[in-house]
């Protein structure tokens, strides 16, 4: 189910727990999954399970527990909006409602073009800039519906160095 | 040891002591719904907040402990305004659906909420829904009503062995599930019912039948296994509706299994005979008490007279009450019968001297929680005594080792070492290790496997182990060959021995003299009183009688038990329930069962209970003691006369004395003793193993359909693909007679190649011969997912 390369690296990060923390390594095993796979679907969350002999519906537990992990394929962009505390009072719900409209996707799902997914996630982290959301591996911070437009343009556009 | 102060009152408690437990100590009730002595602390309730001098914060008194000087106030201004704070946000998502919530009554959330609760919300906002789930026959969900104490998952985790349940999303989004839809499949998988302090989970074969306030409670023993439970049987009218664990530290802790808490819904199964039965012109007829009983005497005297004592047959349940076993030898022997028997199952006596006293455990049940090297003779007790198994899971997780000798892998709830034998060399492994423990084998077994020499290391190695010998030796054909090898280990390794016994009463039975040879207290019955080559269905018999017993799916020799009982000249049945009977009884009596009617058992351990009857019986269904005391009147049997259940019980007291608790697990076994292994290959065929499964073991259970299970067949993998079957197949199976059935077939790397695993008690695979005889196998047709 999984590549030589991947077991691989699995093995690695189970290597650095003791033989009785397996689920120590779950995380790890499940984030190198999806890398793979591009997201988790419930065999896979079984088969990741197996192979650190521990029952399937722990792995289950954590892979709906972060928003990190995706049990659904997902488009190349997900937009994962921060909808705690500090995002919320400066408007992440406008910002949530105007993706929606302008994607024409509702929350959780993804344009017909494969391009676009739309999440609201728990705290980032990084309240000085609310509204906040994180694209792929970097935050785009300050958000505004103008901002998310040009945003959208860019990406569509092919851009994905944009900041 | 620090000192504290609870609501103004002192207290010394030893370090470690939690805030819970010491106020627990000092009678004082602090409020929580996550909390429970036999789990984890998970403190994610925060019902039980207290209020603690000098803490900034309330603290939860489950996970905190008690320090020196703490002065912990549960009822002051910050712990009332904290439990009020708890509460308002435990009910924010919780539906005020009470008044048609199964819980409604015995609610902790309910009672909690009515003592501690500001009867005010200032919630106005949506609450949420979570979907339900479809989790097996026997638990009812309702999720919404959850309040994520993790309860259920703990239990899983912790004394289930299996974790089936789990707290899947996060925040508002948390809600507890299995897998993907799965069906929780654990046997001890009923207490999480009791655990979940709302009404989340809810026994489902009771649902919506009746308000718990309206239950009769009657406490009671489990008639279904050695263990011997207390229960709390519940009742309304004349139903039984629920039966729930009664606390016995002793034995069965705070649980019960499933087959205990659910096989009570085979009491209304549509075969109940609630009136006596006789056959005229070859049909069974309703007759009354008088004309049944007088029936009954004249058809066992005529067989009597004509054929004499030596032709008649008694077999009666293990399962049956102490005074029911008592009266049925009394009655039995009074008529000059000596074939009486209740092992079923067995099908070698040639041992039966080296039979001890009574199978017995030869120690407390609380005592195998601290054994460090169990060793598991063809005993599954996971399945055949579910909370005997819990406390050798106990041992395990507390660093004692388990090995389980079997002529299958079994699955256990806790790491075991396996060790399976080849089809039909069960015996010759307890040789090969009796062998190597005494340091023998390096000439002779230098080709041995691994796991054969560690475990007669762990064996040797062990200062003090012990072996439990289960029910899978009793049933093998060459159970006398299989003891006495046994035996011998237990010598080589100098191990104490115990016995699993099989049935609720299988002690009783032995102790009252319910085996041929052996009058109450062990007595020896006399010179030649062995039991016939065919046990109970020997063809020299020309009449039985039977008592609470199904032989057709009870018997290991059902094939040949149904055909003697065909062949019968006279069959009394005194039953429950009429299912085969109706093929071969003459005369059918019904008794009351369990929970319609009174007695006691003797457990695992020797120890005596008793209990009540919770309901009455049905329709004209009288008490098995009471059957067997009027037919020995009818009969003319002398000294049988008791009025009332106490002094059959005093008579049967009288009779037993006093007998030691731990007795010698074997006597001597007789000269020259052949193993009766399976010599040769089976050729064509596979050899049959097998075992009756949880909830297919007694005549009740099996009729209680929310717990059954289809049959099945399972092979290894190398002997599927050498006759051509994959997993999934449904598979013909042709026994020795030519009987046949299909069964659909799994594939099992812990069956043995050559043999095949079948659950018994289901009527395709008794009628196949048994474990040890051979069956030809063929593929029935293609399944479904061949197919797609």
Request: proline fraction near 6%.
């Amino acid at each position: 189910m999984l590549s030589e390369a991947s077991l691989a690296e699995i093995a690695r990060e189970r290597a650095k727990y003791p033989p009785e923390r397996a689920r120590s390594a779950l995380l790890a095993a499940l984030r190198i999954a999806q890398a793979e796979h591009g997201y988790l679907p419930e065999t896979l969350v079984e088969y990741v399970a197996g192979l650190l002999e521990l029952p399937a519906i722990q792995a289950f537990e954590v892979a709906t527990f972060y928003s990190m992990y995706d049990l659904r394929p997902v488009g190349k962009y997900k937009f994962c909006v921060c909808g705690s505390v500090s995002c919320f009072l400066n408007g992440s719900d406008g910002i949530l409602a105007h993706l929606q409209e302008r994607l024409g996707v509702g929350l959780g799902e993804t344009t017909p073009d494969g391009l676009f997914t739309i999440a609201e996630v728990e705290c980032l982290g990084a309240c000085k800039d609310a509204p906040v959301m994180q694209l792929g591996d970097r935050y785009v911070e300050t958000l505004t519906p103008e901002s998310l437009d040009v945003l959208i343009g860019q990406l569509r556009g092919g851009r994905d160095d944009v900041r | 040891m620090p000192r504290i102060e609870i609501d103004g009152q002192e207290l010394e408690v030893s370090a470690g002591t939690t805030i819970m437990e010491a106020a627990t100590q000092l009678g004082i009730y602090i409020p929580f719904f996550c909390y429970h002595p036999k789990l984890s602390v998970a403190a994610n309730c925060r019902m039980c907040l207290v209020d603690v001098e000098k803490q900034a914060k309330p603290l939860p008194a489950c996970a905190t402990p008690a320090s020196d000087g703490m002065k912990i106030s549960t009822s002051s201004r910050r712990a009332r305004m904290a439990q009020q704070g708890v509460l308002e946000f435990l009910l924010i998502n919780h539906p005020l659906d009470c008044p048609i919530c199964d819980q409604g009554g015995e609610c902790p959330l309910q009672d909690v909420t009515m003592g501690y609760a500001n009867p005010h919300s200032l919630y106005t906002e949506e609450k949420r829904v979570v979907e339900d789930k479809d989790i097996g026959p026997l638990i009812a969900t309702e999720m919404t009503r959850c309040i994520q104490c993790t309860r259920c998952v703990r239990f899983g985790q912790e004394i289930g062995g299996i974790m089936e349940l789990g707290a899947t999303g996060r925040g508002e989004k948390m809600a507890i599930g299995t897998y993907v839809g799965r069906a929780v499949r654990s046997e001890l998988s009923g207490n999480m019912i009791d655990l979940c302090p709302v009404g989340a989970l809810t026994s489902k074969p009771f649902r919506y039948r009746a308000r718990s306030w309206e239950l009769k409670h009657t406490p009671s023993l489990c008639p279904h296994c050695s263990t011997g439970c207390s229960t709390d049987v519940q009742s309304l009218g004349r139903e039984v509706l629920r039966v729930t664990p009664r606390i016995n530290e002793a034995v069965n802790e705070e649980w019960i299994c499933d087959r205990g808490r659910f096989a009570y819904a085979g009491l209304g199964a549509s075969d109940r005979i609630t009136r006596p039965l006789l056959r005229v012109n070859g049909r069974l007829q309703e007759v009354s008490w008088a004309e049944a009983l007088d029936a009954a005497a004249a058809g066992l005297e005529q067989v009597l007279a004509e054929n004499g004592p030596d032709s008649v047959s008694g077999v009666i349940s293990p399962q049956s009450t102490n005074e029911e076993l008592f009266l049925f030898q009394g009655l039995l022997r009074g008529l000059g019968v000596q074939a009486i028997e209740h092992r079923l199952r067995q099908t070698d006596f040639r041992a039966d001297a080296a039979m001890p006293l009574y199978p017995a455990l030869n120690m407390s049940l609380e005592h195998l929680e601290g054994e460090s090297l169990v060793f598991l003779c063809h005993a599954y007790p996971r399945e055949q005594q579910p909370l005997t198994n819990h406390r050798l899971r106990k041992s395990v997780l507390a660093g004692g080792q388990v090995w389980a000798v079997d002529s299958v892998r079994r699955e256990f709830n806790y790491p075991v070492h396996g060790l399976v034998a080849e089809a039909g060399q069960d015996a010759a492994l307890y040789r090969t290790l009796a062998r190597c423990v005494q340091g023998l084998a390096e000439e002779d077994g230098a080709g041995l496997p691994a796991e054969v020499l560690e475990a007669a290391c762990a064996l040797r190695d062990a200062a003090d182990p012990l072996l439990l010998v289960g029910s899978g030796v009793l049933q093998h054909p060459g159970a006398a060959g299989l003891m006495a090898a046994i035996a011998e280990l237990a010598e080589a390794a100098g191990a104490r021995v115990g016995w699993l016994a099989e049935a609720a009463n299988s002690a009783g039975a032995w102790l009252l003299g319910c085996v041929p040879g052996r009058l109450p207290g062990g007595v020896p019955a006399g010179t030649d009183s062995r039991p016939p080559a065919g046990g109970a269905w020997d063809a020299r018999f020309r009449a039985w009688i039977l008592m609470g017993v199904e032989p057709g799916l009870d018997a290991m020799a059902a094939v040949q038990a149904r055909q003697s009982l065909a062949d019968a000249r006279f069959v009394l049945t005194i039953s429950a329930f009429l299912g085969e009977a109706e093929a071969y009884a003459d005369v059918v009596l019904p008794m009351a069962v369990w929970a319609e009617s009174a007695g006691s058992y003797f457990n695992n351990e020797g120890r005596l209970q008793s209990f009540r009857a919770a309901v009455k019986a049905s329709g004209e269904a009288r008490p098995a003691w009471k059957i067997l005391r009027v037919l020995a009147d009818h009969l003319q049997v002398a000294d049988l006369a008791f009025d009332d259940l106490d002094s059959v019980r005093s008579a049967w007291e009288t009779r037993l004395g006093d007998f030691p608790l731990d007795v010698p697990a074997f006597g001597g076994f007789p000269e020259g003793l052949a193993l009766m292994e399976g010599a040769g290959s089976p050729g064509e065929g596979c050899r049959i193993l097998g075992d009756w499964s949880i909830y297919q073991g007694d005549p009740l259970v099996r009729r209680s359909v929310p717990l059954q299970q289809p049959a099945g067949c399972r092979l290894h993998p190398e002997t599927a693909a050498r006759q051509g079957l994959r997993d999934g197949d449904m598979v013909e199976l042709q026994g020795p007679g030519g009987q046949g059935t299909q069964l659909p077939l799994a594939l099992d790397a812990g069956v043995a190649p050559g043999a095949i695993w079948l659950s018994l008690g289901h009527p395709g695979t008794q009628a196949l011969g048994g474990v040890g005889a051979t069956v030809v196998l063929a593929r029935a047709g293609v399944s479904a997912g061949a197919q797609a």
